[in-house]
Antibody, heavy 120, light 110 residues
Framework: QLQLQESGPGLVKPSETLSLTCIVSGGSISGSTYYWDWIRQPPGKGLEWIGS???????YYNPSLKSRVTISVDTSNNQFSLKLSSVTATDTAAYYC????????????WGRGTLVTVSS | QSVLTQPPSLSAAPGQKVTISCSGS????????VSWYQHLPRTAPKLLIYENNQRPSGIPDRFSGSKSGTSATLGITGLQTGDEADYYCGTWDTSLSAWVFGGGTKLTVL
């Protein structure tokens, strides 16, 4: 059974860079048509797609966040990462990693999420 | 403001049926596959429906999905208290070049 687990600091200061890692177990991050995504949910709000990475390193970002987002993949350690720069309080959210079956398809596996608070 | 419009909340009694609507446009729902997710607090969201109307293995047939034009619908029959959750629709939006989710519907079973 595939499992995804987010890890990273729960508190980030304004203007700094938020960094999270998603460790994938029970399956390989490489190959096939799967994409690996980050999605977030601000408190009391809905889900927002942040971006995707393919095992080859190709990336696709939400245009609304593109200038501040970097998603990378580490196939040797079966994990992928998110960096979001110049954070503000509006970036406070639960951050989820998920497997995307293809660029236009569904998310079949999700992590439990990790809450990141932006505060001084 | 979400690109996909869902009712913020719905309630129904145990054993009843409920439908959750997801309204979009020609740049998203009409031309791309819709999926639905169940989300309980502090848990991983769960895929309920993919490719508009397909159920993953392990999802009971009480859950169904459909799509017509620019709208999609999730149906749940034989409601159980364990169905209390937030439900989200999602699809690709070609105008935004982004995956988009509905605003979510909070289902209460009372």
């Amino acid at each position: 059974q595939l499992q995804l687990q987010e890890s990273g600091p729960g508190l980030v200061k304004p203007s700094e860079t938020l960094s999270l890692t998603c460790i994938v177990s029970g399956g390989s991050i490489s190959g096939s048509t799967y994409y690996w995504d980050w999605i977030r949910q601000p408190p009391g709000k809905g889900l927002e797609w942040i971006g995707s990475v393919y095992y080859s390193g190709s990336t696709y970002y939400n245009p609304s966040l593109k200038s501040r987002v970097t998603i990378s993949v580490d196939t040797s350690n079966n994990q992928f990462s998110l960096k979001l720069s110049s954070v503000t309080a509006t970036d406070t959210a639960a951050y989820y990693c998920a497997r995307h079956r293809d660029p236009y398809g569904d998310y079949d596996y999700w992590g439990r999420g990790t809450l990141v608070t932006v505060s001084s | 403001q979400s690109v996909l419009t869902q009712p913020p909340s719905l309630s129904a009694a145990p054993g009843q049926k409920v439908t959750i609507s997801c309204s979009g446009s020609s740049s998203n729902i009409e031309n791309f596959r819709v999926s639905w997710y169940q989300h309980l607090p502090r848990t991983a969201p769960k895929l309920l429906i993919y490719e508009n109307n397909q159920r993953p293995s392990g999802i009971p047939d009480r859950f169904s999905g459909s799509k017509s034009g620019t709208s999609a619908t999730l149906g749940i029959t034989g409601l159980q208290t364990g169905d209390e959750a937030d439900y989200y629709c999602g699809t690709w939006d070609t105008s935004l070049s982004a995956w988009v989710f509905g605003g979510g519907t909070k289902l209460t079973v009372l």
